[in-house]
């Protein structure tokens, strides 16, 4: 006969649980992502106030990955690294400006020729206008004419304050050119001493891990960078031979603003693209730019299908869709710039999450004490920097 139960008994016995456990954990879950989303929100609304400082230093950090290897070259010739800097940095830049002003002298000789093409097609348009099915006379034409002036004129306003944001914008363009070329020398001089520092901030205990998981970020960085250049290089050669194939006017120009949109995924090459087909339009009429957009796909699904997944899936480990969606949650928030660093900045932070969680710092020489590894600024570290390392790994 079974034991009758006591007040006391019922008492020890413990209480039936009045939540769920599913719902149990999925509270945990989601107040602590709720917490990660708000951290992130109010971080990224802080970078907004600098980003002018921001900008500046991942742009220098950009071109310090893919100018290292200029400057490890020279170094190994016995060429002092300070010279090796500066030769590196003149260099790039004697090389850009020779570019902008060959393509200036293309389009000066161009616009010409494009000009009265744009006004014959100006005048189809009005030709179509009149005797296509639409039937306007040129009177009703010279209506819409002086409406769309007037329109202009109402909002004046509006143009001439967007025209000041544009030459405002053109300012910080160019201070901030100027803030990354000065950064860049130090990140090309003593990037080694600028990382063991910032590692020296941390707590001696997280200092191997963080000093592991900023190079192995740095890595996918400068394998990002180096990769995208060769895309870009793709790309510019492919539209650029094929306009020029089409004689569609401007094709110098048109391969270097393509080489120049293709650092900014998907948006990039959408946008330069059109302008392709808008230029084989105007000057050569719909069939020529009906060749000249099957010439554009044919090279943006070579770069999605085969340079992208085989050459830059590899470099920094994304998937195609993690790509796109960094770029639209990037120019979203960010706009342009936003679209050019998210892939980068996503690469990094796949490349840090990924040697944390692994805890690779405990297998990892480059953190090891007494040893020297290539820093994120490149080069082979001091003296000075190597101690810095070891004491960054927590040696005692």
Request: hydrophobic share 55%; net charge positive; no cysteine.
């Amino acid at each position: 006969m079974a034991d009758h139960e006591t007040p006391q008994t019922r008492r020890n016995q413990p209480a039936p649980q009045a939540i769920p456990f599913a719902l149990k954990i999925g509270s945990e879950w989601a107040w602590r992502l709720g917490v990660i989303l708000l951290v992130a929100g109010a971080i990224i609304w802080l970078l907004r106030f600098v980003s002018f400082l921001i900008i500046p230093v991942m742009v220098a950090a950009l071109l310090a990955g893919l100018l290292m290897p200029v400057v490890r070259w020279l170094v190994k010739r016995r060429v002092p690294k300070g010279l090796a800097v500066a030769i590196t940095e003149v260099g790039m830049i004697v090389v850009v400006l020779g570019a902008l002003a060959l393509v200036g002298r293309q389009l000066a000789l161009g616009f010409h020729d494009l000009w009265s093409q744009a006004l014959e097609g100006v005048q189809r348009v009005q030709k179509w206008l009149s005797d296509g099915p639409l039937h306007l006379s040129a009177h009703q034409i010279d209506g819409y004419l002086q409406q769309g002036a007037k329109a202009l004129e109402g909002n004046s306003d509006s143009i001439l304050s967007g025209a000041l944001s544009f030459g405002s914008t053109a300012g910080h363009f160019g201070t901030g050119l100027i803030l990354s070329l000065f950064i860049l020398i130090f990140f090309l001089l003593e990037g080694e001493r600028i990382w063991l520092f910032l590692v020296g901030l941390m707590p001696r205990i997280a200092r191997p891990a963080t000093n592991g998981a900023g190079r192995k970020g740095w890595t996918s960085l400068v394998s990002y960078v180096r990769v995208q250049v060769f895309v870009a290089f793709v790309d510019a050669v492919g539209i650029g031979v094929g306009a020029a194939i089409l004689q569609v006017p401007l094709a110098l120009p048109l391969g270097v603003l393509v080489f120049l949109g293709s650092f900014i995924p998907i948006i990039g090459a959408l946008v330069t693209g059109a302008i392709a087909v808008l230029l084989a339009l105007v000057a050569n009429g719909p069939v020529n730019a009906l060749i000249m957009l099957i010439i554009v796909l044919a090279v943006q699904q070579l770069e999605s299908h085969v340079l992208q997944p085989l050459i830059m899936g590899k470099a920094v480990s994304l998937h195609p869709v993690a790509v796109i969606l960094a770029v639209a949650a990037g120019s979203f928030l960010a706009g342009i710039p936003g679209a050019l660093f998210a892939v980068p900045v996503l690469a990094v932070t796949n490349s840090a999450v990924r040697y944390i969680a692994a805890r690779g710092w405990e297998q990892d020489p480059a953190v090891q004490p007494r040893e020297q590894a290539d820093p994120p600024g490149g080069g082979s570290a001091s003296d000075e920097s190597a101690s810095g390392e070891r004491k960054a790994a927590g040696e005692s």
